[in-house]
């Protein structure tokens, strides 16, 4: 089993920065990719980035230049740095770990809000 936590949304003013958190607990090792997605008010759920175990990050277009997705390997974490926030980045924000098996887990959701 893999637990997911997500922290670090919040309420930011345009342009501004925030680095969100989601620590795994569990099955570490199952842990194929970490992904970031979100989902605003009335829209689908959408990916932001994305990192396979042992390789670098993805980025969907909505992300690039602005977010980067980064792992510490010792803390069983994966990060998310968030820049230059734009009033249509508000949105829940989840990570997903895609298990070996296809299985996969989300976390609960942190709510990012970007004033303008």
């Known amino acids: 089993q893999v637990q997911l936590v997500e922290s670090g949304g919040g309420l930011v003013q345009a342009g501004g920065s925030l680095r969100l958190s989601c620590a795994a607990s569990?099955?570490?090792?199952?842990?194929?990719?970490m992904g970031w997605y979100r989902q605003a008010p009335g829209k689908q759920r959408e990916l932001v980035a994305r990192?396979?175990?042992?390789?670098?990050?993805y980025y969907e277009d909505i992300a690039k230049g602005r977010f980067t997705l980064s792992r510490n390997v010792a803390r069983n974490a994966w990060y998310l740095q968030m820049n230059n926030l734009k009033p249509e980045d508000t949105a829940v924000y989840y990570c997903?770990?895609?298990?070996?098996?296809?299985?996969?887990?989300w976390g609960q959701g942190t709510q990012v809000t970007v004033s303008s």
């Open positions: 997903k770990a895609a298990l070996v098996g296809d299985r996969e887990v």
């Open positions: 569990g099955s570490i090792v199952h842990i194929r990719a």
């Open positions: 990192m396979y175990s042992g390789g670098g990050p």
